[in-house]
């Protein structure tokens, strides 16, 4: 009986944990919004957050604070999912959507578009054709050639989870290759320059449509996927032949996946740029606090995905005001140390393959 | 095959080697003694090198950022016998002396890739046999310019006129010395920074004592690629050279690029905001994308808006910062400035460095010292 | 309970080599059928086979006369119980999560309250209900085979398909698997067993399968297949087989 119990009282644990967390994601919202330059009392932000005018203020915590802190939480869940997805669909600790190369087609997709439209001058009178979504739009449709072009070649190796793995370090490479060749020979150095700029993730660069259509492809497709595969992930652990005797498709649940964390992560990194180390730091992170179950791995993932992404992010914009840090390189500063820290202090994966 | 002692096959390939590695040593060691032209003049260069300048200087190249510019300055381009390819496929736009000087330099054959990044390429180099080679400091940090003078069997004076995006009088009048000697334009030389120094004065002059100074701001400025309206820059030139200071000053005291956060801006609420025009396009897309912010800005709201020629490309083009300097005095100090038409004043320097008036040219390409309410109108 | 299992002049080609050719074999409810024979000949392949994972070029599999693959995969799923010889990975899972994952032919979004009494039920059959907690890493070899066998009981199935599930225990738990196999075989459970130790298989099997380079060099009871001259052929090591002195422990004699 006590052994029943002892289940239980681990379950038990877990949802706390999880809880906990969402607790927290609440109270670092507010949190997030009080912090930065502009001089103001709590109860004015306050006030301001619940009746929003037209006074600098407003838009100070409006457009400038919680839209970033909002964009904080939605794309740091979508990639702690993704990664914790893609880890477990290829069965490997270390893979994530960045595994397949999206954020060097990303890069490209900027490369080229800027290529189309400057034509290699900076030209004032362009400023009128200009679409301010083109860079956007071209990184996202690069970033989804990049993943078909790699789904495709694994399926010809029977999408199994070294051959997708193979596939997307070649053709990541093929990419790597045509980004550097073009920097080299066709862009200038403005050009070259305004793409290294981009790719430092920036969560100011996102607008109020931006993030909505984030949220809502998110909130609607990604991430209920991801917690409804929960079980499948569970079970994609043990083995192909498990996950068929069970009656799923590995390869099924692999393709999609693939296509959906590309979806939501493309989705984010066209608008605010290259963001690493959440889809690996929070799924890492989430394993040593709530085991390797996707049911509650997930959502604790996709939280602390969130939770580290917002402190990244507020930390990236206070620390050495009223100079901004982007977020993609707080990350990095903050991800790296952190994941060698998960490393060594335990954790054991198990490899069996 | 014995192994004792060298085939007859074996024995004649090392001696052709070895006949063929004496005979390249041999030229190679004739070069670098070669006789050439007897030195007479010796000139110091920026890195402290003491330079014997050949006697006859015909021929001369120039590489890495700005130091074509010196050559047009100084009104020496019949001397140039190559260019960087970038010089060309770059467009002229943006740089004062290739939008003076550049139909010429197509003619001209290619000696190296040209860029901030690239490094210099000797063999290309060589082939054009030049006297002298005027070599960036840039450049020279990448790539060791005594190693360079033995490639290329010729003479390289390593020059630099300050900072990248500095306005710095005095490195200019020292790189001018240096080259007014080194290309026999000595005379032109004294003449330019006896100009340059004309210009200083005068701006001191006028905005010296001002007492009260409005608040400003200076934003998208060049740097690195496109730009948004926070990307500043501390002690921004032309504005020192009217004593004056912007927002972003109180927040580093290293002249240089700054990434400012727009609730700063807000918090400060500059009353006079100026935009590099080179930039113009990516703040006019952030502020369609999001006018609310911007238009909490008083600047905006009372159009106070006004648009600077980019003066920062392939190093500092000093003519169109001198020119920015005079346009925002106007705007700035109006009663001091009230008998500056700023865009004939910017045509009077480029006159005075390169001889042609470049202004027409440059407002067409960015729009000209201007009044830009219109494209960002609140409300 | 049971299914009746046919298996029909099988054969299939792994990158051009036969891997199975022209299996036949029976096997029904309360039934063990061990499949021997040496490394490369076939046995875990045609488990595979029998399991729906793996799709002959030629011949066929029945589930009760009925052709396995007109059979709707979540059919076949609830009713076989698979046991692999090893994992691919295991991810700091919980042997009561792991056990879970058997139950998913019959989960929709999550698992349920029953779904979970399964689980634990399985646990305890095979005497792994303490562990439920660890995770698959901390086990022991034998630990973790009889948790991958609880796995198989949480699918409350009509078929088990084991590969080896013996080769990585010892003496004591070798012995707790078999005797578990004959407790599910008295419940009428159709058992294949892919297995290397031959005295273990002429234990417990109702017949025996011999395999040699993907055909069947011999089939039936377990006396007529295991003779010295079969495996003298097939394996190439001379054995006496000792009816009297064999090793035997208590727990066996029933």
Sequence with gaps: MWIKLSIKHSNYKKRLTLVCLIILTFFLVPLSVALGWYKASLLDILRVLFMPDNSPLSTVVWDLRLRRVLAALIIGAVLAGSGTAIQASLRNPLASPFTFGLSFAASLGVAVALLFLQGGSIQRFQIYFYNPFIVSIFAFIFSLIQVMVILLLAYKAGLGARALVLSAIAISFVYQAILYLLQYLVLNEILTSTVVFWTFGDLGRIGWGELYLVATVSLAIVIPYFLYRSIDYDLMLSGDELTKSAGISPERIRLETTIIAALGTAMATSFVGIIGFICLVAPHAARLIVGGGHKYLMPTSMLMGSIILMISDTIGRTVIAPTIIPVGIMTSMVGAPLLVYLLIKGGKYGHRD | MSRKSLTNIQAAILIAVIVVAAALSYLAVKSYISPGNTPETYVEDILGRKVALPQKINRVVAIGPGMLRLVCYLNATDLLVGVEESETSWGFTGRDYAMAYGESFRNLPIIGPGGPGKPPAPELILAVKPDLIIMSRTYADMYDPDRLQTETNSTIIVVDYGPAGSLDVEGLANALNILGTALNRKERAENLIKFVESLRDDLKARTENITLRPKVYVGAVSYKGAQPFTTTQVLFPPLQLLYTSSIADKYSNKTGVYFMDFEAILQEQPEIVFIDEGNLNTVKQDFDKDPGKYCQLTAFQNGKIYGTLPYNYYHTNIAVALADAYYIGKVLYPDHFGDVNPELKADEIFQAFLGKSLYEQYKEAYGGFKNLSEMFKCG | ?254
Excluded: C, W
Excluded at chain 3, 52 to 70: H, N, S
Excluded at chain 3, 201 to 220: E, P, T, W
């Design chain 3, 1 to 254: 309970m049971g299914i009746e299992i046919k298996v029909r002049n099988v054969k299939l080609y792994y990158k051009s080599v036969k891997a199975l050719d022209g299996v036949s074999l029976d096997v029904g409810g309360g039934e063990i059928l061990s499949i021997v024979g040496p490394n490369g000949a076939g046995k875990s392949t045609l488990l595979k086979v029998i399991n729906g994972i793996l799709r002959p070029k030629i011949g066929a599999v029945y589930f009760d006369e009925r052709l396995l693959y007109e059979i709707p995969q979540k059919e076949v799923a609830m009713k076989t119980g698979a046991v692999p010889q090893r994992l691919s990975s295991t991810g700091m899972l919980t042997v009561f999560d792991f056990v879970l994952t058997g139950r998913r032919p019959y989960i929709n979004f999550t698992p349920t309250k029953i779904d979970e009494e399964k689980a634990y039920e399985a646990l305890k059959t095979v005497n792994a209900a303490h562990l439920a907690n660890r995770t698959l890493e901390e086990l022991s070899g034998g630990e973790l085979q009889r948790v991958i066998i609880a796995r198989a009981l949480a699918v409350e199935p009509e078929v088990m398909l084991l590969d080896e599930p013996t080769s990585n225990l010892d003496l004591k738990h070798q012995q707790e698997t078999l005797n578990l196999l004959k407790a599910l075989r008295s419940k009428g459970l159709t058992i294949l067993i892919a297995i290397h130790d031959l005295t273990q298989a002429y234990r417990i099997s109702d017949k025996i399968l011999m395999l040699n380079n993907g055909k069947v060099f011999a089939a039936g009871k377990p006396e007529e297949v295991l003779t010295p001259q079969n495996i003298l052929t097939v394996y190439g090591v001379p054995t006496i087989i000792l009816k009297e002195h064999k090793i035997i422990t208590p727990a066996e004699s029933i």
